[in-house]
């Protein structure tokens, strides 16, 4: 009977992870109808120790995972926040499954549990699936020892062929951040950032996409 009980557990857990396997790959490959892209972005961020101006500039991507800002300014936000698709953060050292998560009726999402090794540890990321654009809906992330993240998308469709963000709001905590006077471009006088709470507010436009951008542009 033990028998009977593991080899339905180990089925199931098979099953789940086949349905994982199922939905990263139908994200990933209509994803990859786009090789590169350009695009416009304006950012405003409030980040543990500091507030940054707002910013106009220019984001340009290519696969499998070149990413560069024209102003070349760090946007101290997660680099998964800027992915298109699953295939730069899955890989075999990787565990995925589907989680039970119930969505009302009318959302069509499915959600993913990611652990990835990092260094001595692991990172968690629960990844939201908009299964009829086919495009991200939320990702969380948790670091235990460094921050936590929730990354919410908004999605445009890009040239009638794939949803890309049409905004990117990302709310972190920080585990290492020292409490600090930090000069606030948007108000007159320094004030102390009492919170180990920041945020991002991404807004995109103008796409541009699968015109062979050149690899000159991007940073080795």
Known sequence: MKKIFLLLFVSISLSFAQDAKYYIDKLNSEMAKVSDLQVNMWVRSRLPGMTVPDRNTKLYFKRPKKIHIADKKSLFIPREALLLDLSYLVDSTCSVKLLKKKFKSDKPFVSLEILKPYEDRKIKFITIIDTVKWAF??????????MNAKVDFIQMKVDDLVWLPKEIKVMMESKEFEKQNVK?????????NNSNFGYAYIKFSKYKINNNLSDDIFDE
Do not use: E, V
């Open 137 to 146: 809906h939320q990702i969380g992330i948790d670091d235990s020892s460094q």
């Open 184 to 192: 606030n471009p948007r108000r007159r006088h320094a004030k102390k």
